[in-house]
């Protein structure tokens, strides 16, 4: 009840990739209860869309409202071969990942050669914002016990980025809220 309260959420912020393949291969990493994997089965109808997650209570609810692939597990040890998706997505997702080394690992490893990935998070900085993501940390621990979060800036998202072999090509904000779309460097 809490949850649905506070994030009872609408509007996605989405960049989506230009790619003029049908039939694509989506992964939702870290799906929740599916937000974004419900957006992503409307956008992008012709394609296989999989949700990911480690959380039962999340998957059960996600189940209730998609069609697609629900899977439970962890992004730091994803049951997938190499290079098949096209599009990974991480929506609000990295800011509760504490071994991000490993866990960009992973991503880099199942998306294909000329795949993208796609973050979406909160960004660190603004002194408001600080502010508000606490609220939103507190109410989430309450709500669903998930540990705070641990938020980048712009820049760190694109040292981060660089670091892990990933190419930026385009950012958006609104507000609090970052969204970055970039594309795979070279091979895992
Ligand atoms: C703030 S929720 C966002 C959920 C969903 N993406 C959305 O926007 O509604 C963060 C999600 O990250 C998931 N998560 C945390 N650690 C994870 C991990 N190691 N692998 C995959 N997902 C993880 C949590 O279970 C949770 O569903």
Redesign the pocket.
């Known amino acids: 009840m809490l949850a649905n309260i506070v994030?009872r959420?609408t509007k996605i912020f989405f960049i989506k990739p230009d790619i003029r393949r049908k039939s694509l291969k989506i992964l939702?990493?870290?799906?929740?209860?599916?937000?974004?994997?419900c957006h992503l089965e409307k956008l992008y109808t012709d394609s296989w869309v999989v949700g990911?997650?480690?959380?039962k209570s999340?998957l059960k609810e996600a189940k209730r409202k998609l069609n697609g692939i629900i899977i439970e597990?962890?992004?730091?040890c994803l049951p997938f071969r190499e290079e098949s998706f096209d599009i990974v997505?991480?929506?609000?997702?990295i800011?509760?990942?504490k071994?991000r080394k490993k866990?960009f690992k992973e991503v880099k490893k199942i998306l294909k050669k000329d795949g993208y990935l796609f973050i979406?998070d909160v960004e660190k900085g603004i002194t408001y914002n600080f502010f508000i993501n606490l609220i939103m940390d507190l109410l989430?621990f309450l709500a669903?016990r998930?540990?705070f979060?641990d938020y980048y800036s712009q820049e760190q998202w694109n040292k981060t980025l660089l670091h892990h072999n990933f190419d930026v090509l385009d950012i958006k904000k609104r507000g609090c809220e970052i969204s970055i779309l970039c594309s795979k460097i070279g091979n895992y």
């Open positions: 994030f959420r939702d990493l870290g799906c929740g209860t599916g937000f974004l994997t990911l997650d480690p959380r999340y597990g962890n992004g730091l997505c991480l929506y609000d997702v800011h509760h990942i071994i866990f979406k989430q669903y998930e540990n979060g």
